[in-house]
């Protein structure tokens, strides 16, 4: 015995079925009041129109829409954002550029979320970012020469260099003392 779903009782559904169950053909029916004791309820949700097709294909449309509607919401924040930078710019041309300052975002709490998931541009001349690097270095090399161990480091090599120095030094004293001692014992000697 084959085990089909014919033979189980169930058949496939045809195109014509899944078309009935997708549109909105149900008979209106009004509240009585010996079921429902608010006698103004009405049910709340979500208000579908007739949908024609498949659910594939409503399904990509309704996809397709979204993904335009995200895209322009999107670019709408883009514009209002270079808009508000265009203006910042024209306002403040004289002042030195700071070239770590963040930028401050007042959204709402709605736009925030969308906000953070934007990675944020910025935009400045060869002339800036040359600076920027310089000062960056500066900074860098200034830190690393603040580090205990950088200082302990250079210490230790200061002080082989002075123990160096001396050793020379005291090489030289004995070197010219020697040549005063033999001077006299060949002045003695004559």
Avoid at 6 to 34: A, C, H, K, M, W
Avoid at 61 to 66: M, V
Avoid at 146 to 157: I, S
Wanted: one cysteine or more; charged letters at 40%.
């Amino acid at each position: 015995v084959k085990d089909t779903p014919q033979s189980r009782g169930f058949l496939p559904l045809n195109p014509e079925v899944d078309e009935i169950f997708t549109q909105l053909d149900y008979p209106t029916v009004t509240p009585s009041p010996l079921n429902d004791p608010d006698e103004n309820y009405k049910p709340r949700g979500v208000i579908l129109s007739p949908v024609h097709g498949s659910l594939q294909e409503s399904f990509l449309k309704q996809k397709k829409d979204f993904i335009e509607r995200s895209l322009k919401r999107v670019e709408k924040l883009k514009n209002r954002e270079w808009s508000s930078e265009k203006t910042q710019c024209k306002e403040l041309p004289l002042k030195k550029p700071q070239l770590h300052k963040r930028k401050v975002n007042r959204a709402p709490h709605g736009e925030a979320v969308n906000l953070l998931k934007k990675v944020e541009e910025k935009r400045c001349s060869p002339l800036d970012r040359k600076a920027a690097e310089a000062q960056m270095q500066q900074r860098t090399s200034r830190l690393y020469n603040n580090l205990a161990e950088v200082k302990n480091r250079k210490e230790e090599k200061d002080r082989k260099e002075n123990y160096a120095k001396n050793r020379e030094r005291a090489k030289e004293f004995q070197k010219k003392t020697l040549e005063k001692l033999r001077a006299r014992k060949i002045n003695l000697k004559t």
